[in-house]
């Protein structure tokens, strides 16, 4: 008996510990955080992790999370980001600007 309850509790222990999605607020808070602090490798990784449990759902944190890659020199995952931020029509200037800088490196290779 001791022995079935001990491996219920492991089990119920690991699945826990395994199946953590990190809460999509506390992604938004600290790569704003990390945003602010200009840590753009860490922002870049909390915004990206936040849209795709989101299903890229908000503007405003793709457009970040563009110039977040853009900054940690990725322009293949700014370019997606500012995409979405186009067609959802958020800040279309300098999403368009920044669009065009991310197809230049690409075209400068």
Same mark, same amino acid.
């Given at each position: 008996m001791k022995k079935l309850i001990l491996s219920l509790a492991l089990c119920c222990a690991a699945? !826990?510990?395994? @199946?953590?999605? =990190?809460? $999509? @607020?506390?992604?938004?808070?600290?790569?704003? @955080? =990390?945003?602010?602090?200009? !840590?753009y490798q860490v922002a870049f990784t909390k915004f990206s992790t936040y849209l795709t449990q989101t299903n890229n759902q908000d503007s405003v944190i793709a457009f970040n999370?563009?110039?977040c890659a853009d900054k940690i020199?990725? $322009? @293949?995952?700014a370019l997606k980001y500012f995409d979405i931020a186009v067609q959802k029509k958020y800040n279309l200037a300098n999403a368009y600007i920044r669009q065009g800088r991310c197809i230049e490196r690409f075209e400068e290779k």
């Open positions: 699945t !826990n510990f395994f @199946a953590q999605n =990190a809460d $999509p @607020a506390q992604l938004v808070n600290e790569g704003k @955080a =990390a945003l602010e602090s200009k !840590n999370c563009g110039v020199k990725k $322009p @293949a995952e």
